[in-house]
């Protein structure tokens, strides 16, 4: 069946490869494999972007074109060239375990200055609090709560706290990043059923798997799987620009000594006097640093 016998509809991109990309269609969780036209395979997709496309069997659909992007998520890599990792999303959603895997504060800070530097909305949802202790379940929540970040402590395999994360995401546009192990898997079965696909290989040809590419419709907006957290890493940020990415941090840059003050060994520092003064959680210092001490 030709594509013009059918009309071209709107699609969102869920997973992309080389001349082609999963898609499905609006208001729907049925994917295809979306093929490019010759004249349009340079055509550059990433999760998130509505194109046009047009069915041609029951597998395959052909991207016609895609329509202007409202935002793009873009990462700066080496030698100062820039990826674009998703577009037309407003939010992130990252989920975390309490145990197996062990919360890891570094990679959670990471990615809240990430979105700050965005100027994403960012959401933290933390799974298996029944693996933790009673003082990890009560002081990671707790500093991220105070940090103006909502936090949302969930089960999605019992569906305890699902209907806080669908009245949190249901208006936006959100991206859900989160290590292996951690319950996405769960937490897409939990909204209802998801899309699942695996990569688009290099020749275009696609595979169901269980792996990525997960995407779950809200009526006023969509929550899509995202590349893997390492995507997400922080380089060639000024010290300035990742200082104001710690929320905490804000008010007290302008008064350190030194204007070009990176918060690491200077004196009169302020970020580091609060941080003795114990106004700021090492472990969030320590994660600051990490990335401020990272080689370029």
Known sequence: ??????????????????????????????LYLGVLPKQQERMSLVPGDLVLAARLDDERALVERREPRTFALERHTGGGRSKIMAANVDAIAIVTAFERPPF?????????????????????????????????VQRIPALYRSLGYETLIINPKALVGMDAVDLALSTRNTLLIGQSGVGKSSLFRALGGAAVVGDVSKTGRGKQTTSSGRLHHFPEGFLIDSPGVGDFELRDVSPHELAQAFVEFRPLVSKCRFRDCKHLAEPNCAVREALAAGTIVPSRYDSYRAIAERPA
């Open 1 to 30: 069946m030709r594509s013009d016998e059918i009309g071209a509809r709107p699609a969102r991109v869920i997973a992309v490869g080389r001349n082609s990309a999963w898609i499905a269609f609006e208001g729907s969780h049925d």
């Open 104 to 136: 890891h504060a570094a990679m959670v800070d990471e990615l809240l200055a990430f979105a700050e530097i965005q100027e994403m909305r960012a959401l933290l949802l933390l799974t298996k609090a029944d693996l933790a202790d009673e003082a990890s």
